[in-house]
């Protein structure tokens, strides 16, 4: 089992300030809704106005990043489902870090579906849900919007945890056609280990990978300040057993924009050392012009970086942007 007691190196708390986030919250949230509790990543959680269950608490980027991912899933199982190997293996939809399924806009006070909802949404209806959570809290008011039903397992479990992935191996068909989405919300939640056995245990396998690379660079910067000699958190993420060499030009002078591209160019290579082919990648801004995280279409197919590419192309809304050619690894 991974460990969940490791202190909390960054978090949304590091962009904006208590005052800017308390201010959001004051501003958008009415009267009689209440913070409940925290999550296990430091996210705030509501309690959902619509049907009384906890609703995980988001900046307005949460939103984009979701469009982004949903969209691309759509195509996926819209293009996917009918064809004869989804009739006899199915085409089948993953996700570790589920969250509760709604979401709450805490700069607007909007509520929103989560990924998990999303997914479930799409014309065309994948043959098999499997979604994971660490936060049993998570997993209760998941699986309460869910409903029963024959085609989803919504389960409790670590995404570090081999043995967790092995009991979803189970539940999925390792022949089938994954999409998998692998949402984090910082860094210390996913190892790389985790994406490996992804990797060896479905043959036929497109993942959706948050990359939260502004994260991953002040984790190591992080690290490296307070005197640390072992890979730590960003290490362990990217496969990487010294990333303060990713720090470009130097530790004592890091420069965002090449260090981000370090970062990028080491995570597609790991990726590319397992047989997928090089991602497409969107990158989602926050503040407005600094690279927060990227999403990956990771894939070892062409066709499944042809589909997300022509459903996400350069985007018009300026939160989400391609990735210049110049700095493109
Ligand atoms: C960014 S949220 C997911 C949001 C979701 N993708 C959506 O858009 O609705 C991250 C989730 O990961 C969960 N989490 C954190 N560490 C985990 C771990 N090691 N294994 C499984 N879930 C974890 C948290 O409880 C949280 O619900």
């Known amino acids: 089992m991974a460990r969940h007691d490791e202190k909390r190196l960054f978090s949304p708390d590091d962009v904006l300030s208590p005052e800017e986030l308390t201010a959001d919250a004051k501003g958008a949230l009415l009267p009689g809704e209440v913070e409940r509790d925290r999550d296990l990543d430091a996210a705030r959680m509501w309690i959902s106005k619509d049907d ?3 609703v995980r608490g988001v900046k307005p980027h949460s939103a984009e990043k979701s469009t982004l991912v949903s969209r691309g899933i759509d195509t996926v199982s819209s293009a996917m489902i009918g064809k004869s190997f989804a009739a006899k293996y199915g085409v089948q939809y993953l996700e570790l870090y589920s969250g509760p399924g709604r979401l709450l806009d805490e700069s607007t006070g909007k509520e929103q579906l989560g990924s998990p909802l999303r997914a479930l949404g799409v014309r065309k209806p994948f043959t098999h849900y499997a979604f ?9 008011a998941l699986s309460a919007r869910v409903g029963k039903r024959d085609n989803v397992d919504v389960i409790r479990g ?9 009991r979803i191996g189970q539940i999925l068909n390792p022949r089938a056609l994954v999409i998998a989405y692998v949402d984090p919300a910082r860094p210390q939640d996913l190892h790389w280990s985790t994406i490996e056995h992804l990797a060896t245990q479905f043959k036929f396998i497109d993942l959706i990978i948050n990359l939260p690379v502004n994260s ?45 591209d370090a970062i990028r160019r080491h995570y597609d290579e790991q990726l590319m050392s397992l047989g ?16 927060y995280y990227d999403i990956l279409l990771v894939s070892r197919h062409d066709r499944g970086l042809e589909l997300w590419d022509k459903t996400n192309p350069v985007p018009t809304d300026p939160q989400l942007s391609l990735l210049p050619e110049e700095s493109a690894p």
Request: aromatic share 4%; hydrophobic share 35%; net charge positive.
């Open 216 to 260: 991953l660079m002040r984790a190591i910067l992080g690290a490296h300040h307070g005197g640390g000699h072992r890979p730590g958190i960003a290490g362990r993420f990217l496969r990487h057993d010294a990333p303060i060499e990713l720090i470009r030009p130097s530790a004592g002078r890091p420069n965002t924009r090449a260090t981000i």
């Open 132 to 140: 994971s959570d660490f936060s049993p809290e998570c997993v209760a």
């Open 276 to 291: 997928f082919k090089k991602p497409a990648r969107r990158t989602v801004n926050f503040p407005t012009d600094n690279p």
């Open 52 to 54: 009384g269950l906890l």
């Open 158 to 166: 670590d995404a570090n945890d081999l043995g967790h992935l092995d």
